[in-house]
């Protein structure tokens, strides 16, 4: 069976022109449950591998022929082979240059946050202190930290506090003198910068696209640092039994050329979707840009054919809802009004560019779908598979339209349980509004196809955890409390569509990928137990023992 060379090491010999490669051989799996996802065989005994090909599927007796003296052979014992999972939503790149910040993860409440930031900042002499993880839940209902709290505890230098949501940024007095936020800067359209409501000065919170304005002024990480953390982050996501991904958010071309170096290297071990995101100041003056991003990166695991937008923001108070808030105040506006939404999906569809839609309230769902019906309509015969993505509280009334328009709903599973994120909404929905929120199962009735995503690193990349919580709508690390609304909790046999052939079809490879067929790649992945023979709250324990891409060893566990 052939083995990558792994780890750091092996990338910089690669890297540096000294790499070399064994012989591919002949696999035969064989003595277990492969779940193959093929609508006409979805169960089988045995599957032969050959050249990096899956060439037979069928029973132990049938492909026996297969074995030869040369050929590998893995008696599953009764373990499970399955498709390759395919990441429909996350984001390596981000999540790879935020693992080395001071870290928030643990803190619970506004003082544990700056005790951490005062013990990282003892720890660290760098120019600007950089720290991810924090909660912004904590300072519901308005998310308003204030910088003399920073100031307190650092105030020789820039600080910046990035929330796990990845749409907050706390700062403290000196960074926001460093990146130029002011009584009279203008507030950026689809961004919040809190100010007081008396002086109009920033309080030190900036929300969604406000967070450019500090972006561009912020270290960066090394780019040597970032590709090898890159490196590790997709080998990670082997370990976990990924061997395809979209990354949702590709805003600089360095971004994708990381990918790229990985690619010439031989170590890049995933298929990879980019998608290359729409900037709204830019309007359709990135139009070109865009289709040469595309030219640019097309290669056999490297493809940027989508672009990613941005209706409404990425918090509860950024959600744009079609009803006033439960507090009576008017919900956030969309980041791109519906013309102008609209225009922009028929010019991509046009193009042949898939758009990936990110909405949070119903207002902006209905706003993405009312676009892609006009792309629809202007040009009928192109079918780029337009994506809708998050879902976190549509209008029911719009369930019904995404199977009519082609539209594919991506899902995170993991967020749909009692957490600190889910009852942040509830002071902006409302509680009697909490029936709609991830209405999963609804989206499937209506016909719609389901991908999953993680959306790392806002939360975790183990699919099987997300597959637990789409099963019971519960905390995987409760089974006892209450699930939400546990009437939209899904079907294992459409969670693994969703990670699998569902989840192909968005990244436009469902002909190569995603299930276990003849003449298809050998992106395959064994775990230790069959998850139809498990019951749902123990499915977060289970443990990938073997990760293939084309055939190729890309992890393998020391059980088998």
């Known amino acids: 069976m052939k083995r990558k060379t792994s780890g750091v090491y092996g990338l910089l010999l690669l890297l540096g022109g000294l790499a070399c490669g064994p012989d591919r051989a002949d696999l035969v799996f064989r003595g277990g449950g492969v779940y193959t996802l093929d609508a006409d065989r979805p169960w089988a005994e045995s599957v032969v591998v050959d050249g990096g090909k899956i060439i037979a599927v069928g029973s132990d007796a049938d492909m026996a022929v297969h074995i030869g003296a040369g050929t590998d052979v893995i008696d599953l014992e009764g373990r499970m082979l399955l498709p390759g999972f395919q990441d429909s939503h996350t984001h390596p790149i981000l999540g790879a240059s935020l693992e080395p910040l001071c870290r928030l993860d643990d803190a619970t409440s506004e003082e544990a946050i700056l005790e951490a930031v005062a013990v990282c900042a003892r720890e660290s ?178 493809q940027a054919r989508v672009v990613k937008i941005f209706v409404d923001g990425g918090t509860a108070m950024g959600a744009s809802a079609s009803a006033p808030r439960a507090n009576g105040r008017p919900s956030a506006a969309p980041y791109i009004d519906e013309a102008a939404l609209a225009e922009v999906v028929v010019a991509l569809h046009a193009d042949g560019l898939a758009v990936h839609l990110h909405t949070l309230g119903d207002r902006a769902t209905r706003s993405a779908l009312d676009a892609i019906e006009a792309a629809k309509r202007a040009h009928p015969d192109e079918d780029p598979r337009h994506v809708i993505t998050h879902l976190v509280h549509p209008d029911p009334t719009d369930l019904a339209r995404f199977a009519p328009l082609g539209v594919t709903a991506n899902i995170s599973p993991w967020w749909a349980f009692r957490n600190e994120w889910t009852a942040s909404f509830l002071p902006t929905l409302g509680p009697e509004r909490e029936r709609w929120m991830y209405p999963f199962a609804s989206l499937e009735r209506s016909g719609v196809r389901l991908a999953a995503g993680s959306d790392y690193p806002f939360t975790p990349l183990d699919p099987f955890e997300a597959i637990e919580v789409g099963l019971t709508r519960r905390d995987p690390a409760d089974p006892s409390s209450p699930p939400l609304v546990a009437e939209e909790a899904l079907t294992l046999e459409t969670l693994l569509a969703a990670y699998t052939i569902n989840a192909a079809y968005q990244l436009h490879q469902e002909d190569r990928t995603g299930s276990i067929e003849p003449g298809k790649l050998a992106d395959l992945i064994v775990i230790d137990r069959n998850l139809f023979e498990t019951e749902a709250e123990s499915i977060s324990e289970v443990r990938v023992l073997l990760t293939l891409l084309e055939g190729e060893v890309v992890h393998r566990g020391e059980s088998l």
């Not at 990670?236 to 600089?252: C, I, K, P, Q, W």
């Not at 289709?291 to 097309?298: I, T």
């Open 125 to 302: 002499s760098d120019d600007w202190l950089l720290a991810f993880g924090w909660r912004s839940s904590l300072f519901l209902p308005e998310i308003d930290p204030r910088k003399e709290a920073l100031d307190a505890v650092v105030s020789d230098r820039p600080v910046v506090l990035i929330a796990k949501d990845m749409h907050t940024f706390w700062l403290n007095s000196r960074a926001l003198e460093a990146v130029g936020v002011t009584r009279g800067t203008e507030t950026p359209r689809g961004g919040v910068i809190l100010r007081d409501p008396r002086s109009g000065e920033p309080t030190g919170a900036l929300r969604d696209l406000a967070l450019d304005l500090v972006i561009d002024v912020m270290p960066r990480p090394n780019a040597f640092e970032s590709l090898l953390a890159l490196h590790a982050t997709l080998g990670e996501m082997n370990r976990l039994g990924y061997t395809s991904l979209l990354d949702a958010r590709v805003n600089e071309r360095e971004m994708a050329w990381a990918y790229r170096l990985l690619e010439i290297a031989g170590q890049l071990d995933m298929r990879v979707s980019l998608a290359a995101l729409y900037e709204p100041q830019q309007g359709l003056a990135q139009r070109e840009a865009l289709r040469k991003f595309r030219e640019d990166f097309d290669s056999e695991r490297l």
